[in-house]
């Protein structure tokens, strides 16, 4: 064989390492640039959805946020609601005091007038005889220990209407 053939042979084999390393070395950086491409549409698409869901954590942050401030408003209006109620109560029951002391004087001034009256408003010592108390079994006039009574009963014994603050509307307890 010729030196040239050899050299010819040894060419051409050359010349198609350098071609097929070349197409390898172009398949390689074809499969590089999609597998970069397809990283890239990826952190494209992971973005996107970073935004929405940041958009929507945006959105939930001011509805709790808003949310909050509704129930703090309300709860004022009802701490507002209930000192008003009970200042009205406390005013209520310094009304009802004060009834109840201008009652137990003129009571006590109708018992200093008049000893003999009753609490209703009847004398015990009326001018109709049918009004006086029959006499008891041995025949005594049971009036003088009607007075006696009459005197020395405690009238705050009787259940007074008072005010309850804790209910609504002012209701009275017996």
Same mark, same amino acid.
């Given at each position: ?14 010349? #198609? #390492? ?9 398949? %390689? ?17 992971? #973005? ?49 005091? &004060? ?8 009571? %006590?001034?109708? &018992?200093? #007038? ?28 049971? *009036? ?22 804790? *209910? ?7």
């Amino acid at each position: 064989m010729d030196t040239w053939l050899i050299i010819l042979i040894v060419a051409v084999v050359i010349v #198609l #390492l350098v071609v097929l390393a070349l197409a390898l070395s172009r398949r %390689a950086q074809g499969s590089r640039g999609r597998k970069q491409e397809q990283a890239r549409e990826q952190a494209r698409e992971r #973005l996107q959805e970073a935004h929405v869901r940041g958009a929507q954590a945006e959105k939930e942050q001011a509805l709790a946020e808003e949310q909050a401030a509704r129930a703090r408003r309300e709860r004022a209006e009802v701490e507002e609601r209930t000192a008003l109620a009970e200042q009205e109560a406390r005013e209520r029951a310094a009304r009802a005091g &004060e009834h109840r002391s201008e009652a137990d004087a003129l009571r %006590a001034e109708a &018992e200093k #007038l008049a000893p003999d009256v009753v609490a209703d408003g009847r004398g015990q010592h009326g001018t109709d005889p049918a009004a006086r108390p029959a006499p008891d079994r041995a025949g005594h006039d049971d *009036q003088t220990g009607d007075d006696d009574r009459a005197r020395h009963r405690d009238v705050s014994t009787r259940p007074q209407p008072t005010v309850d603050p804790d *209910q609504s509307g002012g209701a009275t307890r017996v």
